[in-house]
Nanobody, 127 residues
Framework: QVQLVESGGGLVQAGGSLRLSCAAS????????MGWFRQAPGKEREFVAAISRSASSTLHADSVKGRFTISRDNAKNTVYLQMNSLRPEDTAVYYC????????????????????WGQGTQVTVSS
């Protein structure tokens, strides 16, 4: 079983940047495809970005494409979400998730496809 801990959230002005980190323990992260999701108050948890085990495949939601970038460092057992040009509508709790898979290039988009979740980190973007 893998444990995930997110960090890097905070309060930022519109147009600013943040980098979220998701540190894993318990298992090596290289066995897992990873994803970032977010949930705003009163809304469903939504997909933000995903990355394959090998990092050869990534996918970003249309709402963040060109502004956010998912990456991973398997040696550090950490996944990142670089968020630039932040907007007030990006305000949410951001969660990282892990899915164990034998396929190195696959990514997963649906929250039901992930096995493990972190506790989340709050991102607030002021206008």
């Amino acid at each position: 079983q893998v444990q995930l801990v997110e960090s890097g959230g905070g309060l930022v002005q519109a147009g600013g940047s943040l980098r979220l980190s998701c540190a894993a323990s318990g298992r090596t992260l290289s066995s897992y495809a990873m994803g970032w999701f977010r949930q705003a108050p009163g809304k469903e948890r939504e997909f933000v970005a995903a990355i394959s085990r090998s990092a050869s495949s990534t996918l970003h939601a249309d709402s963040v494409k060109g502004r956010f970038t998912i990456s991973r460092d398997n040696a550090k057992n950490t996944v990142y979400l670089q968020m630039n040009s932040l907007r007030p509508e990006d305000t949410a709790v951001y969660y990282c998730a892990a899915r164990q898979t034998s396929v190195t290039i696959v990514v997963f988009l649906k929250k039901g496809e992930y096995d493990y979740w972190g506790q989340g980190t709050q991102v607030t973007v002021s206008s």
